[in-house]
């Protein structure tokens, strides 16, 4: 097996790690990198699929191309579920519009991909206005609340609002930074963006190119960090940092001014340590 042969099967582990079957041009799109140089080309990935298929590493229908049976049923179940999903991102993107501190709406995980459950929660990314970002949070909360679509046990199709980014500072930290990451951003859709702040965030993030072929093709622009103090956003980060700790007890999020992160690293290390056992007697 050559190397464009184990990141394909790489890529589709991956994927197989969410349960999810790929087509060809999403195996192309999605084609993670590795230590060696190469050159991928849609004709090498379709001759890496044959001989991974004649080796009974993977599985085809024809259309879609997986690892197990159940990635298959998976996606074609779940397909059925994007017509409820869609009504509901567009629901909360009607309510975003009545909030000025809201740049861009991002939607991530699972439904972005079309991999998520009927009841299953919307996870949303926000961009806010510089220094409104804990503001904004507080605002946003409220008025979800008082829609009955926070991310409860008896709430189906929620709204979770677990990634925060201030407008001028869009740069993911280094601990933030893998495949894992990588491929969350791939799949990202920006369901509401008044200043193109997609572009804004890829180009602050060159780092992508480093572990998908995908940033290949994106020419990365110019981006810097542009941070001033706001006491009313401190304020509003201090009462809302100090509320969830006497709710919830000690968190290990990523907070500050200009970003926050409501989600654990240690999912990431979930994924990774399921990758590894797909990845068994492959190099990864």
């Not at 509401?192 to 998908?212: G, I, M, R």
């Not at 700790?245 to 992160?261: D, R, Y």
């Amino acid at each position: 097996m050559n190397e464009q042969d184990r990141l394909v099967f790489l890529t589709l582990a991956y994927s197989s790690c969410f349960s999810f079957a790929l087509s060809k041009k999403e195996i192309f799109e999605r084609l993670a990198k590795g230590q060696e140089k190469i050159f991928i080309s849609s004709k090498k990935i379709e001759n890496s699929l044959r001989k991974l298929i004649s080796q009974s590493l993977i599985q085809s229908d024809g259309q879609y191309f997986f690892l197990k049976k159940r990635d298959l049923e998976n996606r074609l179940q779940r397909a059925k579920f994007i017509s409820i999903k869609k009504k509901e991102i567009q629901n909360f993107v009607d309510l975003i519009k009545k909030v000025p501190f809201v740049k861009a709406v991002v939607l991530t995980g699972s439904t972005a991909v079309d991999n998520a459950q009927k009841d299953d929660d919307l996870d949303f990314m926000i961009i806010c206005q510089h220094n409104t970002l804990w503001l904004t949070r507080f605002i946003l909360i409220l008025l979800t609340k008082l829609k009955d679509k926070r991310p409860e046990k008896e709430n189906s199709n929620a709204w979770c609002l677990n990634l925060w980014l201030d407008e001028n500072d869009l740069v993911i930290s280094e601990e933030r930074r893998s495949l894992y990451e990588a491929y969350e951003i791939l799949q990202m859709n920006f369901v509401y963006d008044v200043a193109d702040f997609k572009k804004q965030f890829l180009n602050a993030n060159p780092w992508l190119k480093n572990y998908l072929f995908f940033y290949d093709n994106y020419k990365f622009g110019r981006y810097r960090v542009k941070k001033s103090f706001s006491l009313l956003n401190q304020l509003f980060f201090v009462l809302q940092k100090k509320y969830r700790q006497l709710v919830f007890g000690q968190e290990n999020f990523s907070l500050s001014l200009t970003q926050a992160f409501f989600n654990s690293i240690s999912f990431r290390d979930k994924v990774f340590s399921r990758l590894k056992e797909k990845m068994k007697g492959f190099e990864f």
